[in-house]
């Protein structure tokens, strides 16, 4: 049986692709670039991946998945449809996907300090998901 640092860290990561999921998708139908559609929804299939294979991990340890704060989801959708009113374009959107990616990646690398007693099979997929997310962030860098 896991220890709670392991199911924590786990948790954590099921609710941060969760809302990576959700921020591509509110972004989506907004995008002008075909290029940098198909990166959004290439990282949203790895996301989407990921989140099965963690969900799986969890549910093996009985577990359950973890869903995003209420408030961390209403904030990023109101901002991303505020800025993309105002600023509408490929530069916004890339924008805001780079910021999500770093308030991720900063996430997940304070909830693997603060797991560290999580079993290697959660800190790797952690890692995973942190090079995926600051992989997008290159991805969407020539769109800034």
């Keep these: 049986m896991p220890d709670s640092d392991t199911i924590k860290l786990l948790r954590e990561c099921n609710s941060g692709i969760k809302m990576g999921v959700e921020s591509i998708e509110d972004v989506l139908d907004k995008v002008g670039s075909n290029d940098l559609k198909h990166t959004l929804n290439e990282c949203m299939e790895k996301h989407q991946s990921l989140g099965s294979e963690t969900r799986k991990i969890l549910n093996s340890y009985g577990g359950s998945g973890k ?25 916004t959107i890339a924008d805001l996907i780079t910021q999500g990616c770093d308030m991720g990646v900063k996430s997940l690398n304070r909830y693997l300090n603060e797991y560290r007693g999580a079993e290697n099979q959660a800190k790797d997929l952690a890692k995973r998901l942190i090079n995926l997310e600051e992989q997008l962030t290159t991805d969407v860098a020539p769109y800034l």
């Excluded at 704060?69 to 530069?91: C, F, N, Q, R, Y």
Aim: net charge positive.
């Design 67 to 91: 869903e995003p704060s209420l408030m961390a989801k209403g904030m990023s959708k109101i901002k991303t449809e505020l800025k993309t009113a105002v600023m509408p374009g490929d530069s």
